[in-house]
């Protein structure tokens, strides 16, 4: 079993920055993908960001949605079985809560497989970001 803690979310002016964690129990996440994904009122959770590693193991890979490209970054501390967002440029269109989670199955797939949220196996419980215009 693994669990998960966000942190980090608040309330910032839009062009502010942002960094969330994602701190893992339970289990050392570092082998599993592990995804970013946020939902607004009334919207359906959408995919914004993850990192897995290459097939061959030899480096991580990141993908991020196109709404959040060039401005998010993912990132993983194995040391600290943590992950983290960092949110740069925000927009108010970013307000959402923010969760992670982490697809318990070690084989690889191809990347596209990672937006879809169905592909996860334990989720955090949220945090909350709020830009203001």
């Known amino acids: 079993q693994v669990q998960l803690v966000e942190s980090g979310g608040g309330l910032v002016q839009s062009g502010g920055s942002l960094r969330l964690s994602c701190a893992a129990s339970g289990r050392t996440f570092s082998s599993y993908a592990t995804g970013w994904f946020r939902q607004a009122p009334g919207k359906e959770r959408e995919f914004v960001a993850v990192i897995r590693w290459s097939g061959d193991r030899s480096d991580e890979r990141t993908y991020y949605a196109d709404s959040v490209k060039g401005r998010f970054t993912i990132s993983r501390d194995n040391a600290k079985n943590t992950v983290y967002l960092q949110m740069n440029s925000l927009r108010p269109e970013d307000t959402a809560v923010y969760y992670c989670?982490?697809?318990?199955?070690?084989?690889?797939?191809?990347?596209?497989?990672?937006?879809?949220?169905?592909?996860?196996?334990?989720w955090g419980q949220g945090t909350q970001v709020t830009v203001s215009s």
């Open positions: 989670a982490v697809d318990a199955d070690p084989t690889y797939y191809s990347a596209i497989f990672y937006y879809s949220k169905s592909r996860y196996d334990y």
